[in-house]
């Protein structure tokens, strides 16, 4: 079992930047691969970054590709969402989200929710215009 904790949301300007934090219970925490999905309001919930479990390969939506950087910190069980440029677009709950993977199988299809076994309760970001 995993439990995630998500914090770092809160209000900015557009054009600024806001730095989350999702930490992580349990041993195998390194086995995992990671994702930060996003549901705006009256919108379905979306693939936001994914990081494998040596953070060696990462994978970003078109709509943050640049301005987002995901990282994880294996020693510190916890997974970062360095969100820069935010736009009013950005403004969602955001979700951390973790996946088991044994067979390598699943981490292909990082960017569908379905493929996560565990989710965190999420963290309200808001971008003002």
């Known amino acids: 079992q995993v439990q995630l904790v998500e914090s770092g949301g809160g209000l900015v300007q557009a054009g600024g930047s806001l730095r989350l934090s999702c930490a992580a219970s349990?041993?195998?925490?390194?086995?995992?691969?990671m994702g930060w999905f996003r549901q705006a309001p009256g919108k379905e919930r979306e693939f936001v970054a994914s990081?494998?479990?040596?953070?060696?390969?990462?994978y970003y939506a078109d709509s943050v590709k640049g301005r987002f950087t995901i990282s994880r910190d294996n020693a510190k069980n916890t997974v970062y969402l360095q969100m820069n440029s935010l736009k009013p677009e950005d403004t969602a709950v955001y979700y951390c989200?973790?996946?088991?993977?044994?067979?390598?199988?699943?981490?292909?299809?990082?960017?569908?929710?379905?493929?996560?076994?565990?989710w965190g309760q999420g963290t309200q970001v808001t971008v003002s215009s």
């Open positions: 990081i494998m479990w040596n953070g060696g390969n990462t």
């Open positions: 989200a973790a996946a088991r993977d044994p067979a390598g199988v699943r981490r292909q299809y990082y960017y569908r929710d379905s493929s996560y076994d565990y």
């Open positions: 349990g041993r195998t925490f390194s086995t995992y691969f």
